[in-house]
């Protein structure tokens, strides 16, 4: 009975070596077909390298992304702490022209002088700075503080047991934790 002639199913031998010459087969299938589960392998294969490529591109972007919204935040603060510093430097500037004419409005009400028109000015201008921030300091009976008062006298006393400020000649002003002057005082100390 030849080929031809069988019409009962059809049996494929799928192993790799011919059991009577021992040599490696080619896949079974039509000509040059290459075997299927073979290639579903390499299929399978490469989808996984491809899924993990794009799984470390995103990685790689995610963690970049990452890295620049860190770095505009930071540069974002550095901004915003820069223009305040110079917010602060511009209205100090200002407020320090401003203390001789504090200064005259202050000797002005000393002397009875500030009086009328010229008391409204002087006190719309005290209000004015003290609401940008400017500080007023320097009293007699405080400690005395190199970093904010300039001692201009010093006497011996026994009724104070610590450098006091006993006199203030010139009031100091302070803005934004900044000396802008130092008060001038006489100063007492141990005898």
Known sequence: MSDEEFTGPRVTDRRRVDPNSGEVRQPAGPAGAPDPLLEEAVEAALVEAE????????????????????EYANYRKRVDRDREL?????VGGVLTELIAVLDDIDRAR??????????????ALES?????????YGASGEPFDPTIHEALTHEASDEVSEPTVVAVYQPGYRYSDRVLRPARVAVAGDA
């Not at 899924?51 to 860190?70: I, M, P, S, Y």
């Not at 000393?110 to 006190?123: D, N, P, R, S, Y």
């Open 51 to 70: 899924v993990g490529e794009v799984e470390r591109k995103l990685a790689e972007l995610t963690a970049d992304l990452q890295r620049v919204h860190a």
């Open 86 to 90: 110079i917010r602060q430097n511009a």
């Open 110 to 123: 000393q002397h009875g002088e500030l009086e009328g028109a010229f008391k409204t000015v002087g006190e």
């Open 128 to 136: 004015s700075v003290t609401r940008m921030g400017l500080e007023r």
